[in-house]
C-alpha cells in the first residue's frame, strides 16, 4: 500500500495497522519523505536506529516512525539544523509529539503576551512623555 500524501487522518490509519514493521519504502512514503533521508538521519541521530531482517533490509516499526516524525517536525516546521535538531531529540526523548508541539505554543504565547506587555509600557511612557 503506498500512499502519496501525509496527513493526521492516513497516519493514524497506518499505525492502526497490525502490521509490526515496515520497509523503508512504506515508512518514507507514511513520513512523506525520500528513502534516503531516511538513512542519511540514520547516520545524524542515534535515537532513529531501525532494526535490519535478515537479508539486512531496515525494518521500521511504530516507534521509529514516531522518532522520524519527530525529526521531520524539529527539522521542517521549526527549521532546526541538524546539529540543533540532535540537541533537541536527547531532551524529547520519551515525549510525544503532539505533547512538545503543545508545551512549544504554549512557550511562544507566554513570550508573545510578555513582549507585547513590555510594548505596551513602552507605548504609555511615550505618549505620556509627547506634548500634546
Known sequence: MRILRLDKKYFTVIMENKKLYYSISEA??????????????ETEFSVLAPAKNRGGNRVYNKKD????EKIKYLLYEEEFTIKG???????LKSIPLD?????????LDKNFLADFEKLCVLLKKTTVASPE
Open 65 to 68: 516512525i514516531e522518532i522520524a
Open 85 to 91: 535538531a540532535v540537541k533537541m531529540m536527547k531532551k
Open 28 to 41: 518514507s512514503d507514511f513520513l512523506g519523505l525520500q528513502a534516503n533521508t531516511l538513512r542519511y538521519w
Open 99 to 107: 505533547t512538545y508541539k503543545k508545551t512549544r505554543n504554549l512557550m
